[in-house]
């Protein structure tokens, strides 16, 4: 495990060597493959999780079967604290887009942290406003926003976290279906198809498998707008 990337976590935000290494021997490892879920919606909740390596995805389904992808998360990333503050049922589905490591920590654990570190829970609590900040910003995307924008600004966004410079651009290995491309933009897949073989006949994009590699960021910039 590679704890300089768990780190990154709001977790562990403001802890010295000593505090990290203390609160990281209280975690659980747990591994999972591609596709498995490691809670479900409407399960209860009491334990928060960061990511060490591979991609986790969140989603949440409708009565009628159609789901939503919240949101796509990757090392040093963190997600399940709203729990620890507020317990009660997971409001989403966490599964495996890849193979994945995580390390978790309970209720029970995290109090004994805060009692020895209270700037933890500082980074907490902002961490949380953040994410408040981008659902409010995704909202009103789906208002707001066409569905080329929207995919524009997707691509954008998966670049920025999980992007290589390549010779030819920033190579973004998503490791989505079209399908879940489709639930992260909120739209069909027919739709989001058609918007990116249109990025890829403009020379802005180049699409590979589970992958796409961006070739004009300037004019996807523009096009996010």
């Given at each position: 495990?590679?704890?300089d990337?768990?780190?990154r976590?709001?977790?562990?935000?403001?802890?010295d060597d000593?505090g990290?290494?203390?609160?990281?021997?209280?975690?659980?490892?747990?591994?999972?493959?591609?596709?498995q879920v490691?809670f479900s919606?409407?399960?209860?909740g009491?334990r928060l999780?960061v990511i060490?390596?591979g991609?986790?995805k969140l989603g949440?389904?409708s009565?009628d079967?159609?789901e939503?992808?919240?949101a796509?998360?990757?090392p040093?990333?963190?997600?399940?604290e709203?729990s620890?503050?507020d317990p009660?049922p997971?409001t989403?589905?966490?599964?495996a887009v890849?193979?994945?490591?995580?390390?978790?920590?309970g209720?029970?654990e995290?109090?004994?942290?805060?009692r020895?570190?209270?700037?933890?829970?500082k980074?907490l609590?902002?961490a949380?406003a953040?994410?408040?900040r981008?659902?409010n910003?995704?909202l009103?995307?789906l208002v707001?926003?066409?569905?080329p924008?929207r995919?524009?600004?997707?691509?954008?966004?998966?670049?920025?976290?999980f992007?290589?410079q390549?010779?030819?651009?920033v190579?973004v290995?998503?490791?989505?279906t079209q399908?879940?491309?489709a639930?992260?933009?909120?739209?069909?897949?027919?739709?989001?198809?058609k918007?990116l073989a249109?990025f890829?006949?403009?020379?802005w994009?180049?699409?590979?498998?589970r992958a796409?590699?961006?070739l004009d960021?300037?004019?996807?910039?523009?096009r996010?707008r």
């Amino acid at each position: 495990m590679d704890v300089d990337v768990v780190r990154r976590a709001p977790l562990f935000a403001g802890l010295d060597d000593e505090g990290a290494a203390s609160l990281l021997s209280r975690m659980e490892r747990v591994e999972l493959s591609r596709g498995q879920v490691l809670f479900s919606e409407g399960d209860p909740g009491d334990r928060l999780y960061v990511i060490t390596s591979g991609k986790v995805k969140l989603g949440r389904a409708s009565g009628d079967g159609r789901e939503n992808l919240l949101a796509v998360l990757g090392p040093g990333e963190m997600f399940g604290e709203l729990s620890l503050f507020d317990p009660g049922p997971r409001t989403a589905t966490a599964t495996a887009v890849s193979d994945v490591q995580l390390v978790g920590l309970g209720n029970a654990e995290l109090q004994t942290g805060l009692r020895s570190n209270p700037e933890v829970g500082k980074h907490l609590l902002q961490a949380l406003a953040q994410r408040l900040r981008r659902t409010n910003e995704s909202l009103g995307d789906l208002v707001f926003s066409d569905v080329p924008g929207r995919v524009a600004k997707a691509l954008l966004d998966l670049s920025r976290r999980f992007g290589k410079q390549i010779d030819q651009g920033v190579l973004v290995a998503h490791d989505l279906t079209q399908e879940e491309l489709a639930q992260l933009v909120g739209a069909s897949r027919e739709t989001v198809n058609k918007a990116l073989a249109d990025f890829a006949s403009r020379g802005w994009i180049r699409l590979e498998a589970r992958a796409v590699i961006l070739l004009d960021v300037e004019r996807l910039h523009r096009r996010a707008r």
